[in-house]
């Protein structure tokens, strides 16, 4: 298995945590920031690595916020500047947080649901796992950034559950994305004695 020495310390760190739950993602603990920033640097090599193209970065309401919050900071390590990251809510509102691309500093506010100039926009949608059952916060999600004229074309996971979630996605017409397999992170686990065949 190739997994380069981040990724490996990533699925290390789950294990450790107990993150690792059959196929599917517990992100019920507190991160650490080392964690969450490991977490976000390889979300964003995969991104890069599978050449997605967005303007905005949002994450499913709960834990993946704090992903694509860590997915954007992972930008200025590959010399990016940092990606504005959308605020989804259920009263279908977004916020946007703006940073300056010179200092990468700031964090400005800027609400943008009636800015009829971010219409058609593309949005990356980051969630923790890609299973067929995980995608209803997900169908959330895009339905509160297309209900404002933005579009979501990709989704980002973590982990892909391998349970058919992929191709469930693809029949609905988005495509998705994952660090991680359950088979690769599985595979690991029983190489290095953390878990049985």
């Known amino acids: 298995m190739a997994m380069n020495e981040y990724k490996k310390e990533l699925a290390l760190a789950l294990f450790n945590i107990g993150a690792i739950q059959d196929s599917r993602l517990n992100l019920q603990r507190l991160l650490s920031p080392e964690i ?15 050449h997605l193209r967005y303007v905005y970065v949002a994450g499913v309401p709960g834990m993946s916020e704090s992903m694509a919050e860590a997915f954007s900071e992972a930008a200025v390590t590959f010399g990016d500047y940092r ?9 279908e509102t977004i916020e946007i947080e703006v940073y300056d691309k010179e200092t990468r500093e700031g964090g400005q ?14 949005v990356l949608l980051i969630a923790d796992s890609i299973t067929k059952d ?10 509160i950034l297309e209900n404002t004229g933005l579009k979501v074309k990709d989704i ?21 994305h994952s660090v991680f397999t359950i088979s690769e992170l599985l595979e690991l686990g029983r190489e290095l004695g953390m878990i049985t065949d």
């Not at 995980?134 to 339905?143: D, K, P, R, Y």
């Open 36 to 50: 969450l920033a490991t977490m976000g640097r390889e979300l964003y090599k995969m991104a890069r690595n599978s």
């Open 156 to 176: 980002l996971g973590l982990i892909d559950g391998e349970q058919g979630g992929a191709e469930q996605w693809l029949k609905k017409g988005y495509n998705s």
């Open 134 to 143: 995980s995608s209803e916060a997900e169908l959330e999600a895009i339905e």
């Open 109 to 122: 506010v800027v609400d943008i649901v009636a800015g009829k100039s971010h219409k058609g926009e593309r």
């Open 83 to 91: 990606l504005p990251v959308l605020k989804l809510s259920r009263e």
